[in-house]
Antibody, heavy 119, light 107 residues
């Protein structure tokens, strides 16, 4: 079964750090770009970051640039999101999502991991 | 950044009727548009890509059209499982951006 499983969410104080993980199974992980997309409570979808299949290209939303770092380990079928200088507005459910091979749609989503930034 | 605007915010439809959802990009994105469905407590599901190509397993009652800045998702003969929130997303340029969503609710 094609699957993505996120972990690492939790409660953190403003200014704190957290590392999210996304582990893939059931497909050739090294062929796909992987994205992080978040959803604040009761809100819409907000793209956060993307890493290409080989890890050579990364992109970030302006709102997280300089604070978040995306990386991947294809040998472990994993993608990571290092989050630092966290703000209250980063509170959200964080999904990892697989891009189609042609990068024309996010066709596999995990169940998400919740990040809460609060004092 | 390309801004995606969806309308209406909420659409009230009776089962069996059709629904037409709109999505507008702030600049031309060719056909680089995807649609997603999200039900309460669930992850989003890819419905369409390339503006008009159904993703794997998506029923034929879902259809997409448009190019450039204006796009439409049509759901014909709405079933109970189709009541959800629908998002459009452009992948023409970075950053990827989503519309604010259209909630399709039972009338």
């Amino acid at each position: 079964e094609v699957q993505l499983l996120e972990s690492g969410g939790g409660l953190v104080k403003p200014g704190g750090s957290l590392r999210l993980s996304c582990v893939a199974s059931g497909f050739t992980f090294s062929r796909h770009t992987i994205n992080w997309v978040r959803q604040a409570p009761g809100q819409g979808l907000d793209w956060v970051s993307s890493i290409s299949a080989t890890g050579s290209h990364v992109n970030y939303a302006d709102s997280v640039k300089g604070r978040f770092t995306i990386s991947r380990n294809n040998a472990e079928n994993s993608v990571y999101l290092e989050m630092s200088s966290l703000r209250v507005e980063d509170t959200a459910l964080y999904f990892c999502a697989r891009d189609r091979i042609r990068e024309d749609g996010l066709d596999v989503w995990g169940q998400g991991t919740t990040v809460t930034v609060s004092s | 950044e390309i801004v995606m605007t969806q309308s209406p915010a909420t659409l009230s439809v009776s089962p069996g009727e059709s629904a037409t959802l709109s999505c507008r990009a702030s600049q031309s994105i060719s056909s680089h548009l995807a649609w997603y469905q999200q039900k309460p407590g669930q992850s989003p599901r890819l419905l369409m890509y390339g503006a008009s190509t159904r993703a794997t397993g998506i029923p034929a009652r879902f259809s997409g059209s448009g190019s450039g800045p204006e796009f439409t998702l049509t759901i014909s003969s709405l079933q109970s499982e189709d009541f959800a929130i629908y998002y459009c997303q452009q992948y023409d340029s970075w950053p990827l951006t989503f519309g604010g969503g259209t909630k399709v609710e039972i009338k």
